[in-house]
C-alpha cells in the first residue's frame, strides 16, 4: 500500500484549510460558489478588457507600430497594478520596519496569529513597517503573498492597547487569508492611478492657471471631483461591504475576539472623525476602519460600511 509523504499530507490539509475557509466565507456573504468566484475576478476581468482595448486601440490607431505600443502600454498598466504595494505604498507610508523586540509587541504578536492560522492552511508572515502619521490607522496591502505588508501608524501604536492593536493586526491576517486584501489591492492599485492621473491634471494647469497653487490631497481640484464619484463606485462595486462584515464575524470566530474588535473598531472611528488622514479613497480602503471618517463627503463617498453596523454585526448592538 503506497504512503504520503509528510509534505504532500502537510499540502492537502493546508488546501482543505483553505477550502474550509471559502466555504465559511461564502455563507457569511450568502452568495453562491458562482457568484463568490466572479467577485473574486472583478478585478481579472478588468485588467484584461483594459489590455484588450490598449492593443486594439493602438493597432487601430497605427498599425504595427501601434500594436507594439499597446502592447508596450499594456504591459506597464499591469506591472504598475502588480507592484502597486511596492512603487506607491512603501513611498507613501515610508519608515523603519518591525524589527527584534519591539517596545510594542507587535512582531512577537504577529507571530503568534500567524501561526494560530497556519494549522489549518499556509499563510506567509507580513512585514511590519511603521509610520508617522498623527492618525491612528492599520492598513496592508498585498497582491502576491511575498509582498504582504501591515503599515501601522504611529498615534495608533500610542492610542490603541495591546489588545485592540492586537485585533487589528488579526483582521488583516485574515482579510489576506480569505483573498479579500489581494482584490482590495488590486481595485486600489486601478484607482490609485486614475486619482494621481486626475490630481496631475489638476496640479498642471487648472490650479496653478486659475487659483495659483498646488492642490491637497482631500481638498481635490476639478478634474479629481468630476472622477472621485466614478472611482468610488468602482471600489464599492469591488470591495463589497458585506465581504467586510464577514471578514469581521471570521476574524471574531478565530481569535475569539469580538468584543475587542468592536471596541477597537469604534475607537479607531473616533479618532480618525477627529483627525482624517491625508490619503486619497484608494489607499483609505486598505485600512481596517475608514481614516477619512472625517471629511464632510464622507456620508456618501464612504467605501466601507458603517461602525454601527460592523458592531451590531459582532456583538448584536450598538452602541457598546
Known amino acids: 500500500m503506497r504512503t504520503m509523504k509528510p509534505s504532500a499530507k502537510r499540502s492537502e490539509s493546508s488546501r482543505e484549510g ?8 461564502r455563507e457569511r456573504l450568502r452568495v453562491g460558489p458562482t457568484l463568490h468566484r466572479l467577485r473574486q475576478s472583478q478585478v481579472w476581468i478588468v485588467l484584461i ?3 484588450i482595448v490598449l492593443m486594439w486601440g493602438g493597432m487601430k490607431l497605427g498599425g504595427r507600430f501601434g500594436l507594439l505600443v499597446g502592447f508596450l502600454l499594456t504591459l506597464g498598466f499591469n506591472a504598475l497594478i502588480l507592484f502597486y504595494d511596492l512603487w506607491r505604498l512603501d513611498g507613501r507610508f515610508r519608515g523603519p520596519n518591525f524589527e527584534g523586540q519591539d517596545p510594542w509587541g507587535c512582531l512577537t504578536t504577529t507571530r503568534r496569529l500567524v501561526q494560530k492560522l497556519r494549522r489549518n492552511s499556509r499563510f506567509p508572515m507580513p512585514q511590519l513597517r511603521r ?3 498623527d492618525t491612528p490607522m492599520v492598513l496592508a496591502s498585498g497582491f502576491m503573498s511575498r509582498n504582504f505588508r501591515i503599515y501601522i501608524s504611529t498615534a495608533a ?5 495591546p489588545e485592540e492593536l492586537e485585533t487589528a493586526i488579526a483582521f488583516q491576517l485574515v482579510r489576506f487569508h480569505t483573498n479579500q486584501l489581494r482584490l482590495a489591492t488590486a481595485a486600489a492599485a486601478l484607482a490609485d492611478m486614475v486619482l494621481t492621473l486626475a490630481a496631475s491634471l489638476d496640479a498642471g494647469f487648472f490650479l496653478r492657471f486659475f487659483l495659483g497653487r498646488e492642490p491637497r490631497r482631500n481638498c481635490p481640484g476639478p478634474v479629481t471631483w468630476c472622477i472621485r464619484p466614478i472611482v468610488i463606485l468602482f471600489l464599492r462595486l469591488v470591495i463589497h461591504r458585506h465581504s467586510i462584515m464577514a ?3 471570521l476574524t471574531a470566530e478565530i481569535f475569539d475576539c469580538g468584543p475587542t474588535l468592536a471596541r477597537t473598531l469604534v475607537k479607531l472611528d473616533a479618532y480618525n472623525k477627529t483627525i482624517p488622514a491625508n490619503v486619497n479613497y484608494a489607499e483609505a480602503c486598505l485600512c481596517i476602519v475608514d481614516p477619512l471618517a472625517g471629511l464632510p463627503e464622507s456620508s456618501w463617498a464612504a467605501v466601507q460600511p458603517s461602525i454601527a453596523n460592523r458592531v451590531k454585526t459582532l456583538v448584536g448592538h450598538f452602541p457598546l
Open 18 to 25: 483553505e477550502h474550509e475557509l471559502a466555504r465559511v466565507l
Open 49 to 51: 478588457f483594459t489590455s
Open 131 to 133: 509610520f508617522a502619521c
Open 157 to 161: 501604536l500610542e492610542k490603541l492597547s
Open 247 to 249: 471578514v469581521d464575524q
